[in-house]
Antibody
Framework: EVQLVQSGAEVKKPGESLRISCQGS????????IAWVRQMPGKQLEWMGT????????RYSPAFQGHVTISADRSTSTAYLQWTTLKASDTAMYYC???????????????WGQGTLVTVSS | QSALTQPASVSGSPGQSITISCTGT?????????VSWYQQHPGKAPKLMIL???DRPSGVSNRFSGSKSGNTASLNISGLQTEDEADYYC???????????FGGGTKLTVL
């Protein structure tokens, strides 16, 4: 059974750094791209970026480029989403999701993590 | 890049059919057959319901179907059930650097 299990909720202050994780199981983790998707409170889904665990190749939405870093460690089947300087506007639920075709940037997210709620408040 | 356009809400009675539209441009929906639909219940992660415009993943009820005409994609749900009440999001590949666009979401109420 394919599963993506994300790390727990975080409460941070503006200016702090943070890394959240997404561990995959039930499939060959390194051969499927993993995406991160943001959902601000009561708002729509937004694709942030994608990483290919086999070679750590990454691609970012222009809206998030330079503000977050997406990476993966294939030895632990884990993908990461990282901020160096959080803002209050980063408060949101963050989901990881698997792209549906091995090795391809197929724009279909077939399995999702349970979400990680990040709250940034002074 | 603007999101794809969906109606904010739709409603229907149990047993009825409803359609949710998703309008984009020739750079996304109109140009590619990479339209997906996701169901999201409150407090839950999205679930893939339709991919590649009209394909259903294994395990998704055949009451859910998808189609596309020009720059507009549609999700049809027949034989509405109370458990269908959820938010529905469309998505599409886009030739812009944004890669994937999502719709604003549609809240389905089963009366």
């Amino acid at each position: 059974e394919v599963q993506l299990v994300q790390s727990g909720a975080e409460v941070k202050k503006p200016g702090e750094s943070l890394r959240i994780s997404c561990q995959g199981s039930g499939y060959t983790f390194s051969t499927y791209w993993i995406a991160w998707v943001r959902q601000m409170p009561g708002k729509q889904l937004e694709w942030m970026g994608t990483v290919y665990p086999a070679n750590s190749n990454s691609r970012y939405s222009p809206a998030f480029q330079g503000h977050v870093t997406i990476s993966a460690d294939r030895s632990t089947s884990t993908a990461y989403l990282q901020w160096t300087t959080l803002k209050a506007s980063d408060t949101a639920m963050y989901y990881c999701a698997r792209l549906g075709v091995p090795g391809a940037l197929d724009p279909t997210f077939d399995f999702w993590g349970q979400g990680t709620l990040v709250t940034v408040s002074s | 890049q603007s999101a794809l356009t969906q109606p904010a809400s739709v409603s229907g009675s149990p047993g009825q059919s409803i359609t949710i539209s998703c309008t984009g441009t020739s750079s996304d929906i109109g140009g590619y057959n990479y339209v997906s639909w996701y169901q999201q219940h409150p407090g839950k992660a999205p679930k893939l319901m339709i991919l590649d415009v009209s394909d259903r993943p294994s395990g998704v009820s055949n009451r859910f179907s998808g189609s596309k005409s020009g720059n507009t994609a549609s999700l049809n749900i027949s034989g509405l059930q109370t458990e269908d009440e959820a938010d529905y999001y469309c998505s599409s590949f886009t030739s812009s650097s944004a890669y994937v666009l999502f719709g604003g979401g549609t809240k389905l109420t089963v009366l």
